[in-house]
């Protein structure tokens, strides 16, 4: 049973790691900035639990930041991504423009917050 | 003029906005109200409707009208319920069609359960809440609709006016994700579902977190936990998706599948759990909790319990207030099932929610006015729609042989005439003819509701005389400015919190409590003065440093809101804190009675006394004898009353207002 587990988790990692190869570079771009944003996000919990949280808003506007541009990086990755049928009518320049303006609300406001 | 109570403070705030500018207005703390311990009004107000109001008013000056603040104060809530008009057509052009939009619209003009706090000077949160509530909403589901990040950006902005503007932004923060949970259950998860509730959230938190009254609570409060707990689930949600697309595989997708459910409803059970059971987590308040569960109010918290707003809703009300949307709602349920889509699932879940949290609670009547207006208006214009459609076939059905083959084939296909019922076009238009009946019935109703039960202020009282004339009362305006104009400006007035507000902004005096209810012990105190007798009382007024105590009496005018009504409450919420007070010693068998058969607590505490005084020596009525109280249907019990530590300052000329003056200690000067 647990041989076939640990069978199953590797060929789904070969499978996975196969076909993440294959996705076009301008999406792998926008994956590693989500991945940086997230680590950052990572790092910015653990020193809050080595510190403490005080003061609380400039915590959750470090880490709402983070997380808000990742969500917002897989937002744009969406809409970009060409194989998405409900897209296609979608123009790449307009979805950036989106995400930049949304970008741009998120930081006032984080700036705001931070205190 | 400015109705109501709270509309008061409303306006007193939003007059210091205007003269002292925003950054005084953010950091004000308060000293004239709530003495001895002050209210940080900066930090314990919902600014959205002051910061409206004054914007109007500046830019109004900015074109040279020069109009004073307290006119646009009065003008904001209908201005802000034409807009909602507004939306409201654009949300049913969303859902349905155009003409669905209209019909909510003309419905949502004139609706009574929304008129009723959008008069001309009704002046609360309310007035610009709806507006932004139905806007957050309409963009919610535009931007679902279309999957696009600006509209979902639009409902974040509009989220950010709901939480600035009132504290029911909490029915948005949980209908959303409940919405969400609903798509996300009957299978209609969609990447643009995914784009417009992480943005609206991510942001609109964000932005709502800049309030100082929500402060943290989007992430501490256990009231905001679903809408978290929704946007962790969406993130695992188009995880797996993602991998199922990259697998393309279906067996190495369900061990996957098997291994990421498990983990992450065990990782969000402990969470979850660990957050509430330390306290991290607050549970849902007691304003919030009585929504859920009716009677928790009742046995815990009296203060809740005695706002005659928040009462359970008798069908009377219903039907008062919504007329014929009251059928044609469940009508427009059926119109939505037969087609449905991400947008009618939504106004579907609104409807049905916001009825249900209507029938718990009276005022909330008003959250669930749009819904209905907008379910009912699906049901008059798809009606309405197929009955037209049924009498224009006549010349469609005789111009076959001049269009062309496909057309005129799909034309026919779609409305032919069922040839066994020859009556069919006299029905339709009968139909027709009782639809239009029918909305005909509902303005007539709506404008009689408006003019009989709306626009009353409250602060001015209107009866009708023996010979059918109408008769004001403006005691409480009357005795408002008696305090403005003769004492001194430092004096402290003690009196129930219900005119609190009104006395501040009006008398410009110092009040012990008022309307916002923030302190439970210090209204308790009040309570207990009021229930206990003279000497007690009088102590108890020492030591908070009052100068006056005014009541409300509606003996001679048979006004039925009066303090002796309410006293019953005022002794609850004493005995809650102060347990010397006991509710059954001012009953007699149960019963609450003034007259000679009341119990000798009641004859002899300070509220009785302050009312009565004097009262027996006077007639009321023709017929009765002389201290015959109007508003409870009896003869007094104890006519010869003498205060020992206050004397009688005023009296309105209706006897609805009665002032009182705390004598100093007889040894000093």
């Known amino acids: 049973m647990v041989k076939s587990t640990t069978k199953d988790a590797r060929d789904l990692f070969h499978t996975l790691r196969s076909a993440y190869v294959a996705t076009p570079t301008n999406l792998k771009i926008i994956d590693l900035y989500v991945c940086f944003a997230v680590f950052t996000a990572l790092i910015q919990v653990a020193y809050m639990a080595l510190v403490g949280s005080f003061p609380f808003n400039s915590f959750l506007s470090g880490v709402l930041s983070c997380i808000g541009t990742a969500v917002l990086a897989v937002c744009l990755r969406i809409q970009v991504n060409k194989e998405n049928k409900e897209f296609k009518n979608l123009a790449p320049e307009r979805a950036f423009a989106d995400f930049v303006l949304c970008n741009l609300v998120l930081h006032l406001v984080i700036i705001n917050f931070l205190g | ?669």
């Open chain 2, 1 to 669: 003029m400015i109705h109501e109570f709270d509309p008061y403070f409303n306006y007193r705030t939003t007059l210091f906005l205007t003269e002292k500018g925003f950054y005084e207005f953010w950091n004000w703390f308060d000293s004239e109200s709530w003495y001895p311990l002050g209210r940080i009004i900066g930090g314990t107000l919902y600014p959205g409707l002051m910061v409206t109001a004054a914007l109007i008013y500046w830019a109004l000056r900015f074109l040279r009208f020069f109009v004073h603040i307290r006119e646009v104060c009065v003008l904001t809530a209908p201005f802000f319920a034409s807009n909602t008009t507004l939306v409201a057509y654009f949300f049913g052009k969303e859902i349905w069609d155009t003409g669905a939009g209209l019909v909510a619209a003309v419905l949502i003009a004139i609706c009574p359960g929304y008129i009723s706090r959008s008069v001309a000077g009704s002046y609360d949160n309310e007035a610009v809440a709806i507006f932004a509530l139905l806007l957050t909403f309409y963009l919610f589901v535009k931007a679902v609709n279309t999957g696009s990040l600006a509209w979902a950006l639009g409902s974040a902005f509009g989220y950010f006016y709901m939480v600035s503007a009132w504290g029911g932004y909490v029915f948005i923060i949980n209908l959303v994700p409940l919405y969400v949970l609903v798509l996300l259950i009957t299978g209609r998860y969609s990447m643009r579902l995914y784009i417009a509730y992480n943005c609206m959230y991510i942001l609109g938190m964000l932005l709502a977190m800049q309030i100082r009254f929500v402060g943290f609570q989007h992430v501490q409060s256990g009231e905001h936990m679903g809408a978290m707990g929704v946007f962790l689930l969406m993130q695992v949600f188009y995880f797996l998706d993602w991998v199922k697309y990259q697998l393309n595989d279906t067996k190495l997708f369900q061990t996957f599948l098997r291994i990421t459910v498990t983990s992450a409803i065990l990782v969000g059970g402990i969470a979850l759990g660990v957050g509430t059971a330390s306290g991290y987590i607050s549970p849902w308040t007691g304003r919030f909790y009585s929504l859920l569960d009716p009677t928790y109010a009742k046995d815990h918290i009296p203060i809740i319990a005695s706002v005659s707003e928040h009462q359970p809703t008798a069908w009377s009300s219903f039907m008062f207030d919504y007329h014929i949307l009251l059928f044609l709602f469940p009508a427009g349920l059926y119109f939505c099932f037969k087609r449905l889509s991400d947008a009618t699932i939504f106004i579907v879940m609104y409807g049905l929610t916001s009825l249900y949290f209507a029938g718990v609670m009276v005022r909330l009547i008003l959250v669930a006015t749009p819904a209905v207006c907008l379910i009912s208006a699906i049901a008059v214009s798809a009606t309405v729609k197929n009955l037209t459609s049924l009498l224009r076939t006549k010349q469609k059905v005789s111009q076959t042989g001049s269009t062309k083959g496909a057309g005129s084939s799909k034309a026919s296909s779609k409305v032919t005439l069922d040839q066994s019922q020859p009556f069919q076009k006299n029905g339709a238009s009968a139909l027709l003819v009782g639809v239009f009946y029918l909305l005909s019935r509902y303005a007539i109703h709506c404008t009689w509701v408006t003019s009989e039960a709306y626009s009353s202020p409250s602060i001015v009282l209107a009866a009708r005389g023996a010979h059918g004339n109408r008769i004001l009362f403006d005691d409480y305006r009357e005795a408002y400015y008696w305090l403005r104009q003769n004492t001194p400006t430092d004096a402290k007035i003690m009196s129930w919190w219900d005119y609190g507000y009104q006395i501040t902004a009006m008398g410009n005096r110092t009040v012990i409590v008022d309307n916002n209810t923030w302190n439970n012990t210090h209204i308790a105190t009040v309570g207990r003065a009021m229930s206990s007798n003279e000497d007690e009382a009088y102590e108890i007024m020492r030591s908070l440093d009052v100068n006056y105590v005014l009541v409300v009496f509606g003996g001679v005018t048979g006004y039925s809101s009066d303090d002796i009504n309410k006293f019953l409450w005022m002794v609850r919420i004493g005995g809650g804190v102060f347990p010397v007070i006991k509710e059954p010693d001012y009953l007699v068998n149960g019963e609450f009675r003034v007259d000679k058969g009341a119990s000798p607590k009641m004859l002899n505490c300070l509220m009785y006394k302050l009312c009565y005084y004097r009262f027996g020596e006077l007639t009321t009525e023709y017929g009765k004898p002389p201290g015959y109280d109007r508003a409870r249907g009896g003869e007094i019990g104890n006519k010869d009353i003498k205060l020992e530590h206050l004397e009688e300052a005023y009296t309105t000329s209706n006897w609805i207002v009665r002032i009182y003056r705390v004598k100093p200690p007889t040894n000093r000067l």
